[in-house]
């Protein structure tokens, strides 16, 4: 095999160091055992590693066995650089080692950082973080450095930027967001762990949702619920399905799946989505969405469920709007008008575009003044986006 096939089989291979079965290889720190998983993930024998090493064939035969140990920390880092790999896995531990953890710790903290900021109202502060985290992460792998620990901080980057993304960008362009996260869901079938693939394919669904991909996004959305591995990981992706069910106006789905919601209620913790005043609005949006409006109209007049939980602010704009065409939708117009204003307001200092976007529909022409005070605020924002 010569160097050049080599190249191009390992180029092919890169994610087999992300397996569990690399990463319990990758953990005895014994280089035979680690020379003898790469030869058989590469397809290749003694003589191939060894020309790829600058070692004869008998040479790589004791590495393997145990019966040549390799001392030096040069050869030991020419391994490590031959075969992709932190130093630190062959016992080598410089500067570059001291990166590559400074770098994991570094990324775990903005991935972290990112979604409190998010979820706190700020998702342009968090694309800006993210942004060149994603970045470096990515060419990293592009120069073969696919350790499962940065594919799995890769992964969710991708999904964070995405979903970030989604908040600040306008309708015309949610798809950008849903390509971000799309770009996890090959990472997270690779690892094949339950409750990752099901976070991944939850976050990509909804943003297909909000790009107008219904019916993608309940494909999406249903296999994170069926592969979700615990009531929490349920929990956290129904709320989601009930949304793209009812824009998709699939009646029996969106009701089995609000069912479902009411039960795990009292049996899961409640978080940022997962609690009764979020449920609220997205039962309400369902409801319109499948031609019941008169059941939506008296859940209004009883009034929202006071939190049970930190709620993101954006929530409390989203479920402004909604309610705001329940009441249009009962001709209640100077109801309506109160909620949306209220909206207009929160969106603007939030920057959410695509709420901006909800209020202008919503106020069409039983409400103008709303209308144009959102579509000049709307403007401003994507004058901003171009610049």
């Not at 399905?241 to 209620?265: H, I, K, S, V």
């Not at 449920?279 to 319109?288: A, V, Y």
């Not at 909620?339 to 920057?351: F, G, N, W």
Request: with cysteine; charged share 25%.
């Amino acid at each position: 095999m010569d160097s050049a096939m080599v190249a191009r089989r390992s180029q092919h291979t890169l994610w087999h160091w992300a397996t569990p079965q690399a990463e319990s290889v990758l953990a005895t720190r014994d280089l035979g055992a680690i020379l003898r998983f790469h030869r058989a993930v590469h397809g290749m024998n003694q003589s191939e590693l060894g020309k790829l090493l600058g070692y004869d064939k008998t040479y790589i035969s004791l590495l393997e066995l145990g019966k040549r140990s390799l001392d030096d920390i040069g050869s030991r880092r020419h391994i490590a650089e031959a075969l992709r790999l932190p130093p630190h896995i062959v016992g080598v531990t410089d500067p570059a080692d001291t990166d590559h953890r400074a770098m994991l710790q570094f990324g775990e903290s903005t991935v972290r950082l990112a979604e409190i900021a998010r979820q706190s109202g700020h998702a342009s502060e968090a694309v800006a973080e993210l942004w060149p985290l994603v970045a470096r992460l990515e060419a990293r792998m592009e120069d073969g450095h696919t350790e499962r620990d940065v594919l799995h901080l890769l992964a969710r980057a991708r999904v964070g930027l995405g979903v970030a993304l989604g908040n600040v960008l306008p309708e015309e362009r949610l798809s950008t967001a849903a390509r971000w996260t799309a770009k996890s869901i090959d990472i997270a079938r690779y690892f094949g762990e339950p409750a990752f693939t099901s976070y991944v394919l939850r976050m990509h669904g909804n943003e297909l949702r909000k790009a107008r991909l219904h019916g993608a996004a309940v494909d999406r959305l249903q296999h994170a619920a069926a592969i979700a591995p615990h009531h929490e990981a349920k929990a956290a992706v129904l709320p989601l399905l009930a949304r793209a069910a009812g824009a998709l106006r699939n009646q029996p789905l969106f009701d089995e799946a609000m069912q479902e919601t009411n039960r795990l209620l009292e049996e899961t913790e409640h978080t940022s989505l997962f609690n009764p005043y979020a449920l609220h609005e997205i039962r309400l949006r369902g409801l319109m969405a499948t031609g019941r409006t008169d059941i939506a109209v008296q859940l209004v007049e009883q009034g929202s469920p006071v939190p049970t939980t930190t709620v993101a602010p954006q929530w409390r704009v989203i479920e402004l709007i909604t309610v705001a065409q329940v009441r249009l939708a009962a001709d209640d117009c100077g109801g309506a008008a109160q909620s949306l204003h209220t909206a207009v307001e929160e969106a603007v200092r939030q920057r959410l575009p695509h709420q901006l976007q909800r209020i202008v529909r919503a106020a069409h022409r039983r409400l103008p003044e709303i209308r144009e005070v959102a579509d000049h605020a709307l403007d401003r924002i994507r004058q901003e986006l171009a610049a």
